[in-house]
């Protein structure tokens, strides 16, 4: 089957584009306790905490896609802060 909003192919049973996001529209059989929206709270673990982020991202990308994108993301700029700030002290160290 093809997704609604980006047409990439996804599986049949599928509740929502793993690309995307979007509900392909079929009654979900989840129960209440597999919800996959926003990351919330659990962002900042991954933004400061980067390999929870990698860790987090992996074990969700099957079953709450939704999720593992935000924690993938997160730790990314997790990473990249941590780039940033370490350049910055090196900046810092040597103009010293």
């Given at each position: ?26 009654v ?17 673990l ?51």
């Amino acid at each position: 089957m093809f997704c609604k909003n980006c047409g990439k192919e996804i599986s049949d049973q599928a509740d929502v584009c793993i690309h995307c996001g979007v509900s392909t529209g079929k009654v979900s059989s989840v129960s209440s306790g597999q919800f996959d929206g926003p990351i919330g709270g659990l962002g900042i673990l991954c933004f400061f905490f980067p390999l929870i982020g990698f860790i987090l991202y992996l074990s969700w990308k099957d079953g709450k896609p939704i999720k593992s994108k935000g924690a993938g993301k997160l730790a990314l700029w997790g990473i990249a802060g941590i780039i940033l700030a370490y350049a910055l002290g090196l900046l810092i160290a040597f103009t010293s």
